[in-house]
């Protein structure tokens, strides 16, 4: 069952890349943008975190923060942060219990067969703690007739239509 509008969002506490940890309570008050994301260097991965590092200063400008969540350990996000000049928080959630808890966890289709792993979604939290928006089974860049949609994109227009 995933998570809906109006629902809590569930708490947690994960390490950053700073090896301090950095919890969801920290930020109330405030809107948040909490993604998971399969895999560090991995091209859509890449894209979708050179998107949402390109697009921080729009989201800073509304009062928006940005976190990434993975269950690659904190030595491969301080690798890929380096890597691709990132400037947007990475959590490790070796464990995989946050991706659960969010439902960014499970079986999922790929190439025809399917695997258990990381379900690409992305959360927009209010400043009350609850979730205002859920995607699931994110298209990073999707294409069209009329050019590239990107999904950051949608992301920020959905946080001016909601804190507008």
Not at 74 to 93: M, T
Not at 141 to 148: A, E, L, M, T
């Amino acid at each position: 069952m995933k998570l809906e509008a109006g629902q809590k969002a569930p708490e947690f506490c994960l390490p950053e890349t700073s090896g301090n940890e950095v919890c969801l309570k920290d930020y109330k008050g405030k809107w948040v943008v909490v993604y998971f994301y399969p895999k560090d260097n991995t091209s859509g991965c890449t894209k979708e975190a050179i998107d949402f590092t390109e697009k921080k200063a729009e989201f800073d400008n509304l009062g928006v923060e940005i976190i990434g969540i993975s269950k690659d350990t904190v030595e491969s996000h301080n690798k890929f942060v380096q890597k691709h000049n990132l400037g947007i928080k990475l959590l490790s959630d070796t464990e995989k219990e946050v991706h659960k808890a969010y439902r960014a966890w499970g079986i999922k289709k790929q190439y025809g067969k399917e695997t258990e792993g990381t379900i690409r979604s992305t959360f927009l939290i209010d400043p009350d703690g609850n979730i205002a928006y859920a995607w699931y089974n994110v298209k990073v860049h999707q294409k069209r007739k009329d050019g590239i949609v990107k999904h950051v994109d949608k992301v920020l227009d959905k946080v001016k239509e909601l804190n507008g």
